[in-house]
């Protein structure tokens, strides 16, 4: 019996504690917060776990600078009290970066006005990051030289926070945590609907790699499906007193612009900040803020444009990026959580025909751009049901708590809440991974692409199960060779993610366990011979088939296509 057969054979047993709708970050941290308190918790999601809205963030991890404008403050001391309790408990994982940013002449408030925001916004989050600096047009210039200063007024640079990996990689990480804790949890598992049945909810479900139906029963049911919420939420026949707004954001990867770690963050021509990313070997563009009327959405050929255009006008390249540098592309819907009237009538000011006119004006524009990216957990007290409106990465321990306590107060048992219950693995045992992989002689292995040591690179991303790798290659030292050409993969960390990080499609693995179809591009991974290599590693005979099935989506959907 294989692990996946195992985890849901036992997803067909029990009366679960929790069950969670959902492996996006608000289902992944839910899932760590609860079975790390004692609740039986199951888990699921349709797809892969983080592979929609939690797949397709900026990688930022940030206190909301640009809600100061619009007077929510309360909003911004959460979250930046959020973003530093991240720092503070992923210090490998989560760092301080900072943004380097251009003030363009014109724009709705001076240089120096911005400035005292920054000084503000640094006071909201206690100090904990390196205080704010006002750059005249010739520092800015000096500090980065691709920075065209002909159209600003000044600058500033501030410090926030950034994931090192990606967006779904610290999603899985909560999963994990859930796994160790003794959750249930199974991708590619969609849920049918739920129904309440002698004050137990039986959630019929069907496995999206066999067909096969079974029930799950469960005391409590939450609702994380993130922009599918509100869908899930009448399939369930449940009410709620907010509904979901949805804007869609892409971000395009080129090839590397800047070689230093620091984000470079404008102003965008629809007014909201744009920023120039490190993403790995790369640099990841954008974001857009498009309205769109449903939670599935592409990147068309004006979105790209529109990130093409505002890079192209703010650095000085020696050549303007067009659609043939894109790498790979991103795009997301973000949900916004409004009440449910408000949200109607978001819903019908969207033109019926969704054109995507990215960067319109007015006031319209200006009001959706100001909505709030805060969170909302309705609760059913009644029915012991909950659903996870909205929210951002920076949120998601505030999200896990809210749902510990609303869990409680259901009368499900848990144990005292404790702070402990997220984080990465205390100096003790790192200092005790150090020791032992020194002894192996392996502080000597360096990662030329990230600029860091192997051994930086296996305790960030694998936490205490990067000791199963210090095992792994102490009797084949072979498996220490890196992978790909331009990046740092070993063969060590394939066979890692094949027992261990339920990868259960080859996309799970090139784009969201790592980000090797995001720096390589879908269409040089398909032309390299390695990759039927990583299939079989991780599917072992069915990797053939795997590779297939991964080369037969259409390359073209992840490059810039000519019409959009």
Known sequence: MTQRQDTLKQLDGECFDVLIVGGGINGAVSAAALSSHGARVALIDRDDFGSATSANSSNLVW?????????????????????????????????????????????????????????????????????????????????????????????????????????????????????????????????????????????????QQTGEQQLIRSQVLLNATGPWVDGYNQLSQQSAGHHHVYSKGIHLIVPRLIEEERVLAFFANDGRLFFVIPMGSKTCLGTTDTRVTRPESVVTAADRQFVLDNVNQRLKLDKPLTAADVISERCGVRPLVVASAAAENQADSVNQDNKEATGEAGKEQGDWLNLSRRHAIDASADHRYLSIFGGKLTDCVNVGEEIYDQVSAFGIPLQPRSDRWFGEPDERRREGFWRQATEQGLDQYWCEHRRETLLQRWWRRYGTDAFELLVDVADHPEWLRPLLEGDDLREAEVRLAARLEMVTRLEDFLRRRTMLELTSGKAALAQSPVLAHISELLFGSAGEQQLRDYLSTDVADHLPAADG
């Open 63 to 207: 206190g909301g600078i640009k809600y100061l404008e619009s007077g929510e403050v309360a909003l911004v001391n959460e979250l930046c009290r959020s973003r530093n309790r991240l720092m503070q408990r992923f210090p490998s994982r989560i760092r301080e970066i900072r943004f380097l940013t251009t003030v363009p002449k014109g724009f709705r408030k001076p240089a120096w006005m911005v400035y005292i925001g920054a000084l503000l916004y640094w006071g909201f989050g206690r100090g904990a990051t390196r205080m704010p600096e006002y750059l005249s047009r010739r520092r800015l210039q000096q500090r980065q030289p691709l920075i065209d200063i002909a159209v600003a007024q000044g600058g500033l640079e501030y410090s926030d926070a950034w994931l090192v990996d990606n967006d779904a990689r610290l999603t899985f990480d909560f999963v994990r945590t859930a796994i160790r804790q003794g959750a249930v949890v199974a991708n590619y598992v969609a849920s049918e609907g739920s129904q309440q049945v002698d004050n137990e909810w039986h959630t019929r479900v069907v496995d």
